[in-house]
């Protein structure tokens, strides 16, 4: 699988697949791995703990940073107690997908 299928745009925006470490030391994304299972993913860490949606709060937050996108078009939809996550940012696909692929490189 293509590190370019860690995200999927949508008529609306873009759904973005990530891996998430909560209680890390810093914020911050690393970059695309696949999983075991072929999946790709952005792999994000957040400072806040994994506790009344804080780390996914933050998730959305560092996302929303890193787009350049509003932290309300930011948003989690799949995965909420788990580490892989979907989220879904809504605006211009094509601007979005440019922005997105660039997040993935290292």
Not at 20 to 37: N, W
């Amino acid at each position: 699988m293509a590190a370019a299928e860690f995200f999927r745009t949508r008529p609306d925006g873009a759904d973005l697949f990530v891996r998430l470490t909560p209680k890390a030391a810093m914020d911050r994304l690393e970059g695309v791995e696949t999983s075991a299972d072929g999946r790709s993913h952005l792999k994000a860490r957040v400072r806040a703990v994994p506790e009344n949606g804080a780390a996914n709060a933050a998730l959305e937050k560092l996302i929303a940073k890193a787009l350049g996108v509003p932290q309300s078009t930011v948003s989690i939809v799949a995965g909420g107690t788990s580490r892989l996550k979907a989220l879904r940012i809504t605006g211009d696909p094509a601007a979005l997908a440019g922005s997105i692929q660039a997040l993935g490189r290292p």
